[in-house]
């Protein structure tokens, strides 16, 4: 039984190291630990959407919880079917998790009525 023991371990953690690279080479994001993470909520305004590359940019206001001002930025959404219905000038609120440290991705938007 131990000298399973000795493969097992190594190929284990060959595993958590490869799939989260190979993940985002394939565009995917997977959670840094596979937890459901905290949420942190924006508003802002759509400058361009590209559905193709599942990423939105955002003119933002300030986002508290994570320490940031408000700033223009591009985001990765989790979802591509999100995109769907967004347009360039829509405002929109949004929640942001952290998929990796320090990269914040997407998870909920919508359209502000």
């Known amino acids: 039984m131990k000298r399973n023991t000795f493969i097992l371990i190594p190929l284990a953690l060959l595993a958590l190291t490869v799939l989260p690279a190979a ?11 596979g937890k459901v993470t905290e949420g942190h909520q924006g508003k802002g305004t759509i400058n361009s959407v590209d559905a ?3 990423k939105l940019n955002i003119t933002h206001g ?6 940031w001002d408000g700033m ?11 995109l769907a219905n967004l347009k360039k000038g829509q405002k929109v609120t949004f929640k942001l998790v ?6 914040y991705v997407i998870s909920e ?5």
């Open 109 to 113: 938007i919508a359209a502000v009525k």
């Open 62 to 67: 300030p986002i508290a919880s994570l320490g």
């Open 72 to 82: 223009t930025m591009d985001f990765e959404v989790q979802d591509k079917a999100m």
């Open 98 to 103: 952290e998929a990796r440290k320090g990269k």
């Open 23 to 33: 993940a985002e080479d394939m565009g995917m994001i997977m959670p840094m630990d």
């Open 52 to 54: 193709k590359a599942g």
